[in-house]
């Protein structure tokens, strides 16, 4: 198994720029989420899905669009990148939804917003 | 408002020289402890999970207690490899399915 994978690894986008952060797992997961770093600041989280065509916001999900047409997938969609989205965001994964299911974290992708 | 504070920030150690991170929580219920390590450019990785005041776990040279308001990683003899960032989360009872509130970690290096 692959795990969680995350496509690209670096970007660099110009303000107002739009662009799409890929996730894929192969481990069969139904709940999938996103989380932001920033430094000083703990993980947090942006949105998640608990299963194809489910999604929800997290606690910052202003700027973000996500959708899950498929298991395996969980894209995150910049809709107009700004200077304030520029982190390090991590996909992460569990095999169900029940509270205490150990989530599994991909690579991240390093965003620098211009 | 639920929280979740780590200490200390940054600490170095010397190798072999054993410690505790601490990680305390305010949630007004408890459902899961997680603890995670991080190292440099990578995404967090796995170590533990705790449910209830009292429970241990145990990998190698971490254990990971867990009471009614914190939680400690304790590092017996460490070793360099052992440097990273190690991150503790929280699950709120009646929270949202996985929803995990992180702490912004502790900053392990571990000098030969």
């Known amino acids: 198994n692959a795990g969680v994978t995350q496509t690209p690894k670096f970007q660099v986008l110009k303000t107002g720029q739009s662009m799409t952060l890929q996730c894929a797992q192969d481990m069969n997961h139904e709940y999938m989420s996103w989380y932001r770093q920033d430094p000083g600041m703990g993980l947090r989280l942006i949105h998640y899905s608990v299963g194809a065509g489910i999604t929800d916001q997290g606690e910052v999900p202003n700027g973000y669009n996500v959708s899950r047409s498929t298991t395996e997938d969980f894209p995150l969609r910049l809709l107009s990148a700004a200077p304030s989205q520029t982190s390090v965001y991590f996909c992460?994964?569990?095999?169900?939804?029940?509270?205490?299911?150990?989530?599994?974290f991909g690579p991240g992708t390093r965003l620098t917003v211009l | 408002e639920d929280q979740v504070t780590q200490s200390p920030e940054a600490l170095r150690l010397q190798e072999g020289e054993s410690s505790s991170l601490n990680c305390s929580y305010t949630v007004s219920g408890l459902r899961g402890l997680f603890w995670y390590r991080q190292d440099p450019g990578k995404g967090p990785e796995f170590l533990f999970t705790l449910y209830s005041a009292g429970e241990e776990k145990e990998k190698e040279r971490l254990k990971a207690t867990l009471t009614k308001k914190e939680s400690f990683l304790h590092i017996t003899a460490p070793k360099p490899e052992d440097s990273a960032t190690y991150l503790c989360?929280?699950?709120?009872?009646?929270?949202?399915?996985?929803?995990?509130?992180f702490g912004t970690g502790t900053l392990l290096a571990v000098q030969p």
């Open positions: 992460a994964s569990s095999y169900g939804v029940v509270v205490g299911d150990t989530q599994y």
């Open positions: 989360a929280v699950q709120e009872r009646g929270g949202a399915t996985n929803k995990l509130i």
